[in-house]
């Protein structure tokens, strides 16, 4: 079993920044990709940024130069610093990771979600 624990969300007024952080815990001997997904209320769950074990980011346009997303892989830690944050960027912030388990001869690797933290910007 895996955990992923997502911390940092909260209330912000637009302008400001909030630091995401998603713990990994668990059954694992690495984790190769992870991610930042979010869903606003009535929308379904898009993509936010991603980053590989070799530190490779993606970025969707609409959080390109105002997000960065980073990782520790000693702590196995991930997080998303959100700058020029705007009404839009509301929604339940999701973290993704793609962990690895040797079974047998096997490289076996699974998918797995946090909870997701609340992220709301508002004056």
């Known amino acids: 079993q895996v955990q992923l624990v997502e911390s940092g969300g909260g209330l912000v007024q637009p302008g400001g920044s909030l630091r995401l952080a998603c713990a990994a815990s668990?059954?694992?001997?690495?984790?190769?990709?992870m991610g930042w997904f979010r869903q606003a209320p009535g929308k379904g769950r898009e993509l936010v940024a991603t980053?590989?074990?070799?530190?490779?980011?993606n970025y969707a346009d609409f959080v390109k130069g105002r997000f960065t997303i980073s990782r520790d892989n000693a702590k196995n830690t991930m997080f998303l610093q959100m700058d020029s944050l705007q009404p839009e960027d509301t929604a339940v912030y999701y973290c993704?990771?793609?962990?690895?388990?040797?079974?047998?001869?096997?490289?076996?690797?699974?998918?797995?979600w946090g909870q997701g933290t609340q992220v709301t910007v508002s004056s």
């Open positions: 993704q990771a793609d962990t690895v388990r040797l079974v047998g001869w096997s490289r076996l690797k699974f998918n797995n």
């Open positions: 668990g059954r694992f001997v690495s984790i190769d990709d």
């Open positions: 980053i590989t074990i070799g530190g490779i980011t």
